[in-house]
């Protein structure tokens, strides 16, 4: 018998080989291969008798139930060609097989089998064909067959037979959630679902139901049972994590006064939006608590997030702590260093680089040390009561949580991508949410249009007029690629060296650059500085510009090749532009021709609002864009998905009433500890 936590190389017939493949792959247990679903299911249910296939007027996928007469082979040039013929009793039909030695001993004469396969009217023959004898299940034929990812580089034959054996000892799983989930059905009528059909939402026989369903529909109901538990998993894990932040860990008070922010604000060369000081409040009431903040502050590019976060760690270091910022590029902490230092002249900050070390007398003083991921491992040193995570998804869990033994200091993440609402309500319920929605200034949406491959010429003229009426602008051109694939797949994506190339041949006068993560970190450093001289016109660079360069005077941005970026990444790449208020262009250049590709990007083009993107974003491609799995784990749902609020809903309300002792099947595989709390 076999739990869900039984090793694979436990599993009969999973010998060492076997084992290292899945291992390989990730699939170490039961539990790993069960929920390692099918790609797809080919239907083998088509039956007919020999008589009925010989009539069929075109190529057909069918099962036929016949007896073997005999089997024999030849050789035609290298290719050696086994054929059988079979009957039953309407008549004969024969079988072509094309190096497929081992039918030879598997096809017995007298035996009777099932046979799937493509009937050829114009041969009157099955070509290779599935084989499977006659038994009381079959998994091969005359079903529908899962097919599975050819990842594993295990036959999709073995794969099956090893998940049949796994399901028919399989030690039966406690469910409480098919209960609670009928008793909810009961309550609320309009949610119930057909009638004798409750009962296959039971996770005994989801698995089976998933890996051999007997009907269409089953795969639906076992998809929808694990999304489902894959979903309330989340919510358990938000639950749990909350609980550990707020009852586990202590914190550092720190008692702000209201009279040192206000001293900290009357010198801001700018007023402070509303939504700018409600956010300073909701993070005063977390700090003065006894355990850590734990909030992230959402706002678009431009809407003064670093602001607020200087003006925090100011307090903080004012009380005599230290505070952390930690950007994900050196490029992106220059320019918080060097943008705090004009906004906050009075308070002492350290930039933490390979360039500028930290030194042991910069711990005898508080200060607030900006720097890299490299500063996450100077933290015990440091031990700041305040951590601030710029562009929060760019850093995994493990890298924002690290165990400073028993220290536990406020953590604020800031994120400048939007996060649709169904997001925040489930993996967001652990952390405290503020969002700026207010722009500092009013600025004029950006001129957002998509530019096909015919209308690439017209549109360098355009840009050509702009350089020579407007010489001191800043045109910005993005490219998903360093250097050319020549991957068949990829050989049309734009690189950023081959771009520049073509760029300098059509605007030789002008001074341009190039901008990628290769370069050496004083290569970019003297770029990013060019830039803001004004000594750059036009700039070729990668994605990295996404979060890494401000410049307020560009007021144009090529992306080449948009159709490779996900919605709230171009959302991101256009906020790079405009932020004067000045009129700004964001171009769009694609040489996709699927009407799919093209529609995605021009309700992009008509679309400004955050949200709105992100909700679009997610469902074209999903929450990649937003997390990634080296952070929770959570963002690739297998079954679940982040835009059907039905089962967000049904799943938030079961939660409500399971027991407290409930967890899932999948918790293994969603941990929570201080690993995994960010």
Request: aromatic residues 8%.
């Given at each position: 018998m076999y739990t869900l936590e039984t090793p694979l190389h436990h599993v009969t017939g999973v010998g060492e080989r076997l084992a290292a493949k899945f291992t390989e792959q990730g699939l170490k247990t039961v539990r790993d291969l069960l929920l390692f679903a099918p790609l797809r299911y080919l239907d083998a249910t088509h039956f007919m008798t020999v008589a009925e296939a010989i009539e069929l007027p075109k190529k057909k996928l069918i099962t036929i139930k016949a007896k073997v007469i005999n089997v024999s082979q030849f050789r035609r040039g290298s290719k050696m060609i086994q054929t059988a013929t079979v009957a039953d009793e309407t008549g004969q039909i024969k079988l072509i097989f094309f190096n497929s030695r081992y039918i030879l001993n598997q096809l017995k004469e007298g035996v009777i089998f099932y046979f799937s396969g493509y009937y050829t009217p114009k041969y009157r023959n099955l070509i290779q064909p599935k084989c499977e004898r006659v038994a009381l299940e079959q998994i091969h034929t005359a079903r529908l067959v899962p097919y599975y990812s050819s990842r594993l580089h295990v036959a999709q034959g073995t794969l099956r037979r090893i998940l049949q054996q796994i399901l028919h000892h399989l030690v039966e799983i406690p469910d409480v959630v098919s209960q609670v989930w009928r008793n909810t059905i009961v309550d609320h009528p309009t949610q119930a679902l057909i009638e004798g059909e409750i009962d296959q939402q039971r996770l005994d026989?989801?698995?089976?139901?998933?890996?051999?369903?007997?009907?269409?529909?089953?795969?639906?109901?076992?998809?929808?049972?694990?999304?489902?538990?894959?979903?309330?998993?989340?919510?358990?894990?938000?639950?749990?994590?909350?609980?550990?932040?707020?009852?586990?860990?202590?914190?550092?008070?720190?008692?702000?006064?209201?009279?040192?922010?206000?001293?900290?604000?009357?010198?801001?060369?700018?007023?402070?939006?509303?939504?700018?000081?409600?956010?300073?409040?909701?993070?005063?009431?977390?700090?003065?608590?006894?355990?850590?903040?734990?909030?992230?502050?959402?706002?678009?590019?431009g809407t003064g997030k670093t602001v607020v976060a200087g003006l925090v760690a100011a307090q903080v270091v004012q009380q005599g702590r230290a505070a952390v910022l930690i950007a994900p590029t050196v490029i992106l902490a220059q320019q918080h260093y060097q943008q705090l230092k004009k906004l906050l002249p009075h308070l002492s900050i350290k930039l933490v680089t390979a360039q500028s070390k930290l030194k042991a007398d910069d711990?005898?003083?508080?200060?607030?040390?900006?720097?890299?991921?490299?500063?996450?491992?100077?933290?015990?040193?440091?031990?700041?009561?305040?951590?601030?995570?710029?562009?929060?998804?760019?850093?995994?869990?493990?890298?924002?949580?690290?165990?400073?033994?028993?220290?536990?200091?406020?953590?604020?993440?800031?994120t400048a991508t939007p996060i649709p609402r169904s997001l925040i309500l489930t993996i967001f319920a652990h952390v405290d949410i503020s969002l700026i929605k207010t722009q500092p200034m009013s600025k004029p949406p950006i001129k957002t249009a998509l530019v096909t491959e015919?209308?690439?010429?017209?549109?360098?003229?355009?840009?050509?007029?702009?350089?020579?009426n407007q010489p001191n602008t800043i045109t910005l051109v993005v490219a998903p690629f360093i250097d050319p694939s020549y991957h068949r797949a990829l050989e049309n994506i734009k690189a950023v060296k081959k771009v520049f190339a073509e760029y300098r041949?059509?605007?030789?006068?002008?001074?341009?650059?190039?901008?990628?993560?290769?370069?050496?970190?004083?290569?970019?450093?003297?770029?990013?500085?060019?830039?803001?001289?004004?000594?750059?016109?036009?700039?070729?660079?990668?994605?990295?510009?996404?979060?890494?360069?401000?410049?307020?005077?560009?007021?144009?941005?090529?992306?080449?090749?948009?159709e490779r970026f996900g919605l709230a990444s171009l959302h991101q790449l256009r906020g790079r532009v405009g932020r004067r208020g000045q009129t700004a262009y964001c171009f769009l250049f694609s040489q996709a021709e699927q009407k799919q590709v093209i529609k995605r990007l021009r309700q992009f083009s008509h679309l400004h609002d955050g949200q709105k993107i992100a909700e679009l974003d997610l469902k074209y491609r999903g929450s990649g864009d937003i997390f990634n799995t080296n952070q929770h784990g959570l963002a690739n749902l297998q079954f679940a998905h982040w835009l059907d609020p039905q089962v967000i809903k049904q799943a938030q309300t079961i939660y409500q009433q399971l027991p407290k002792s409930w967890s899932s099947f999948l918790a293994p595989k969603i941990k929570v500890g201080t690993a995994q709390l960010n």
């Amino acid at each position: 018998m076999y739990t869900l936590e039984t090793p694979l190389h436990h599993v009969t017939g999973v010998g060492e080989r076997l084992a290292a493949k899945f291992t390989e792959q990730g699939l170490k247990t039961v539990r790993d291969l069960l929920l390692f679903a099918p790609l797809r299911y080919l239907d083998a249910t088509h039956f007919m008798t020999v008589a009925e296939a010989i009539e069929l007027p075109k190529k057909k996928l069918i099962t036929i139930k016949a007896k073997v007469i005999n089997v024999s082979q030849f050789r035609r040039g290298s290719k050696m060609i086994q054929t059988a013929t079979v009957a039953d009793e309407t008549g004969q039909i024969k079988l072509i097989f094309f190096n497929s030695r081992y039918i030879l001993n598997q096809l017995k004469e007298g035996v009777i089998f099932y046979f799937s396969g493509y009937y050829t009217p114009k041969y009157r023959n099955l070509i290779q064909p599935k084989c499977e004898r006659v038994a009381l299940e079959q998994i091969h034929t005359a079903r529908l067959v899962p097919y599975y990812s050819s990842r594993l580089h295990v036959a999709q034959g073995t794969l099956r037979r090893i998940l049949q054996q796994i399901l028919h000892h399989l030690v039966e799983i406690p469910d409480v959630v098919s209960q609670v989930w009928r008793n909810t059905i009961v309550d609320h009528p309009t949610q119930a679902l057909i009638e004798g059909e409750i009962d296959q939402q039971r996770l005994d026989l989801t698995f089976q139901q998933l890996h051999f369903p007997q009907k269409a529909n089953q795969v639906t109901h076992a998809r929808q049972r694990l999304a489902l538990e894959e979903m309330l998993a989340i919510i358990d894990y938000s639950e749990a994590a909350k609980h550990y932040l707020k009852y586990q860990q202590k914190a550092i008070v720190i008692p702000t006064k209201a009279v040192q922010l206000q001293q900290l604000i009357k010198h801001l060369p700018f007023k402070l939006t509303g939504d700018q000081l409600k956010v300073l409040d909701e993070i005063d009431h977390d700090m003065n608590q006894t355990y850590p903040m734990n909030r992230l502050l959402m706002g678009d590019v431009g809407t003064g997030k670093t602001v607020v976060a200087g003006l925090v760690a100011a307090q903080v270091v004012q009380q005599g702590r230290a505070a952390v910022l930690i950007a994900p590029t050196v490029i992106l902490a220059q320019q918080h260093y060097q943008q705090l230092k004009k906004l906050l002249p009075h308070l002492s900050i350290k930039l933490v680089t390979a360039q500028s070390k930290l030194k042991a007398d910069d711990l005898k003083m508080p200060h607030l040390f900006i720097g890299t991921h490299a500063l996450i491992r100077q933290l015990d040193k440091i031990k700041p009561a305040l951590i601030v995570y710029d562009e929060q998804q760019k850093f995994g869990v493990w890298q924002r949580s690290q165990d400073l033994k028993g220290y536990h200091p406020h953590v604020l993440n800031m994120t400048a991508t939007p996060i649709p609402r169904s997001l925040i309500l489930t993996i967001f319920a652990h952390v405290d949410i503020s969002l700026i929605k207010t722009q500092p200034m009013s600025k004029p949406p950006i001129k957002t249009a998509l530019v096909t491959e015919a209308k690439r010429e017209q549109m360098f003229s355009w840009l050509k007029k702009q350089f020579d009426n407007q010489p001191n602008t800043i045109t910005l051109v993005v490219a998903p690629f360093i250097d050319p694939s020549y991957h068949r797949a990829l050989e049309n994506i734009k690189a950023v060296k081959k771009v520049f190339a073509e760029y300098r041949e059509r605007f030789p006068h002008l001074n341009m650059s190039m901008l990628h993560g290769r370069m050496s970190q004083a290569a970019q450093t003297q770029t990013t500085t060019d830039l803001r001289l004004g000594k750059i016109q036009l700039l070729i660079a990668t994605p990295m510009i996404e979060v890494g360069v401000d410049l307020p005077q560009a007021n144009i941005i090529i992306i080449e090749s948009a159709e490779r970026f996900g919605l709230a990444s171009l959302h991101q790449l256009r906020g790079r532009v405009g932020r004067r208020g000045q009129t700004a262009y964001c171009f769009l250049f694609s040489q996709a021709e699927q009407k799919q590709v093209i529609k995605r990007l021009r309700q992009f083009s008509h679309l400004h609002d955050g949200q709105k993107i992100a909700e679009l974003d997610l469902k074209y491609r999903g929450s990649g864009d937003i997390f990634n799995t080296n952070q929770h784990g959570l963002a690739n749902l297998q079954f679940a998905h982040w835009l059907d609020p039905q089962v967000i809903k049904q799943a938030q309300t079961i939660y409500q009433q399971l027991p407290k002792s409930w967890s899932s099947f999948l918790a293994p595989k969603i941990k929570v500890g201080t690993a995994q709390l960010n």
